[in-house]
């Protein structure tokens, strides 16, 4: 039966389970009578929804406290073995699939490099499948207990009812690959199994937001920069966050040539890909047959030596030219949507580390209006090389906290997006 404003008893239930799940998982373990002023429920509704949960097997007892004067209370958490999600990072180096508990602890995890086929898509269907199916057997958890499989991937990412996720990666060379249906028609997944599907910095900013360097925050940047580069915007009007093809605003008109096709593209002078290339053209020797993580490692080594080294010129004044290029195309998210963050993410911005930081925050603020630029902090990320995976095992959780902690009911084309609530929510305060 609905209510005036259209919300059921089932709807009212599932809100009040969802509220009590997100308040254990972020602030838990915390009694019962900490979850009336954390959720805004009465004590007979928090009492019921725990109740109900914890004959769900969702929700244990972690300990007591004190009370004052009174007899010590019970606290409660989610429990970490009720549930478990796959996420995936469909890289420019490698396939990173990993397995987490509900507590998104890491479980198992195994990697597929990416070298001459690259992003052939049957190569990267076949790593997906293989990759899942190797964590899973590695920890022993049978493929009927997943909430679902989050992946993140390059491009831009199309939901449709009739193909589910197709992902167009100019870059890359796939133009409209319906990777989710190749996926169900080739996984050892059951006919069920729900897949979340969705860019890459997305996914990065998703982790980052919950559990990174944007907790708290309601305006923010966070920058992939691996062998390409992307954004996650996050704003009040786009609170689940959202993609954006940063890589490919134009830096310099009738500029180099980028992966995309365009002239001038950020992607072609601050990506690692074309970073190392220029090297090259100035005469840079990166070690032989090596992949770009180990390239820009002896690039970075080049341009730093220890103390009493030389100096590489090409590779200082390359880098130097990067983190000029870099700033500026910060000073265009600053101008465009004044976050109070931006955070710096993927393993190439990781590599180039802390010490590349203060010549790209210097020109930033050169090329930025003084007020927005003032009011932003740019930092690297707090959550490492796994921060894509995390963000995408993110996605089947917060459908599962959607839904009140209750598996979707299947549909042909896999469970619809109930998960952008939660994410509207961010659920840390």
Same mark, same amino acid.
């Given at each position: 039966?609905?209510?005036r404003?259209?919300?059921?008893?089932?709807?009212?239930?599932?809100?009040?389970?969802?509220?009590?799940?997100?308040?254990?998982?972020?602030?838990?373990?915390?009694?019962?009578?900490?979850?009336?002023?954390a959720?805004g429920?009465?004590?007979g509704?928090?009492?019921?929804?725990?109740?109900?949960?914890?004959?769900?097997?969702?929700?244990?007892?972690?300990?007591?406290?004190?009370?004052?004067?009174?007899?010590?209370?019970?606290?409660?958490?989610?429990?970490?073995?009720?549930?478990?999600?796959?996420?995936?990072d469909?890289?420019?180096?490698r396939?990173?699939?990993?397995?987490?508990?509900?507590?998104?602890?890491?479980?198992?995890?195994?990697?597929?490099?990416?070298?001459?086929?690259?992003?052939?898509?049957?190569?990267?269907?076949?790593?997906?499948?293989?990759g899942?199916?190797?964590?899973?057997?590695?920890?022993?958890?049978?493929?009927?207990?997943?909430?679902?499989?989050?992946?993140?991937?390059?491009?831009?990412?199309?939901?449709?009812?009739?193909?589910?996720?197709v992902?167009?990666?100019?870059?890359?060379?796939?133009?409209a690959?319906?990777?989710?249906?190749?996926?169900?028609?080739?996984?050892?997944?059951?006919?069920?199994?729900?897949?979340?599907?969705?860019n890459?910095?997305?996914?990065?900013?998703?982790?980052?937001?919950?559990?990174?360097g944007?907790?708290?925050?309601?305006?923010?940047?966070?920058?992939?920069?691996g062998?390409?580069?992307?954004?996650?915007?996050?704003?009040?009007?786009?609170?689940?966050?959202?993609?954006?093809?940063?890589?490919?605003?134009?830096?310099?008109?009738?500029?180099?040539?980028?992966?995309?096709?365009?002239?001038?593209?950020?992607?072609?002078?601050?990506?690692?890909?074309?970073?190392?290339?220029?090297w090259?053209?100035?005469?840079?020797?990166?070690?032989?047959?090596?992949?770009?993580?180990?390239?820009?490692? $002896?690039?970075?080594?080049?341009?730093?030596? *220890?103390?009493?080294?030389t100096?590489? &010129? /090409?590779?200082? =004044? #390359?880098?130097? +030219?990067?983190?000029?290029?870099?700033g500026?195309?910060?000073?265009d998210?600053?101008?465009?949507?004044?976050?109070e963050?931006?955070?710096?993410?993927?393993?190439?911005?990781?590599?180039?580390?802390?010490?590349?930081?203060?010549?790209?925050r210097?020109?930033?603020?050169?090329?930025?209006?003084?007020?927005?630029?003032?009011?932003?902090?740019?930092?690297?990320?707090?959550?490492?090389?796994?921060?894509?995976?995390?963000?995408?095992?993110?996605?089947?959780?917060?459908?599962?906290? $959607?839904?009140?902690?209750?598996r979707?009911? *299947?549909t042909?084309?896999?469970?619809? &997006? /109930?998960?952008? =609530? #939660?994410l509207? +929510?961010?659920?840390?305060?």
């Open positions: 039966m609905a209510g404003n259209g919300r059921t008893v089932r709807d009212l239930r599932r809100a009040n389970r969802t509220a009590v799940l997100q308040r254990l998982y972020f602030d838990g373990p915390l009694s019962r009578f900490e979850l009336g002023p959720t429920l009465s004590s509704s928090v009492s019921n929804v725990v109740a109900d949960l914890v004959a769900d097997g969702l929700v244990e007892e972690a300990g007591s406290v004190d009370s004052d004067g009174g007899r010590p209370r019970t606290l409660l958490r989610v429990a970490p073995g009720s549930g478990h999600m796959i996420g995936v469909v890289g420019e180096t396939v990173r699939v990993e397995l987490f508990d509900l507590t998104l602890t890491e479980l198992a995890r195994t990697e597929r490099p990416l070298e001459q086929q690259r992003y052939d898509v049957e190569v990267i269907v076949g790593h997906l499948r293989d899942v199916a190797e964590v899973l057997a590695a920890a022993d958890v049978a493929p009927e207990r997943l909430l679902g499989v989050g992946i993140g991937v390059p491009g831009i990412v199309e939901h449709r009812p009739d193909r589910g996720a992902v167009h990666g100019q870059t890359i060379g796939w133009d690959v319906p990777l989710e249906a190749l996926l169900r028609a080739t996984s050892r997944l059951p006919e069920t199994a729900a897949y979340f599907i969705d890459g910095a997305k996914t990065l900013g998703q982790a980052e937001m919950w559990f990174g944007g907790r708290g925050a309601r305006n923010a940047v966070v920058v992939l920069f062998s390409g580069v992307g954004a996650c915007l996050v704003t009040p009007e786009v609170e689940h966050g959202r993609a954006v093809e940063w890589g490919h605003l134009t830096v310099r008109v009738r500029g180099r040539r980028c992966r995309c096709g365009a002239l001038g593209c950020l992607e072609a002078y601050a990506g690692a890909e074309s970073l190392l290339e220029r090259r053209e100035e005469g840079g020797r990166p070690p032989e047959g090596t992949d770009e993580e180990t390239a820009l490692t $002896a690039m970075l080594a080049a341009a730093y030596p *220890p103390e009493g080294g100096a590489d &010129p /090409a590779a200082l =004044a #390359v880098l130097e +030219e990067t983190a000029e290029y870099l500026a195309g910060l000073s998210l600053i101008n465009l949507f004044q976050p963050r931006i955070l710096i993410g993927g393993w190439a911005g990781l590599q180039l580390g802390a010490g590349f930081l203060p010549a790209v210097r020109h930033a603020a050169a090329y930025a209006l003084r007020h927005p630029a003032e009011k932003v902090t740019i930092e690297l990320g707090r959550l490492g090389p796994d921060a894509v995976t995390v963000g995408a095992a993110i996605l089947p959780l917060a459908d599962f906290f $959607a839904r009140g902690g209750r979707p009911e *299947p042909p084309q896999g469970p619809p &997006p /109930a998960w952008r =609530a #939660v509207r +929510e961010r659920a840390p305060h």
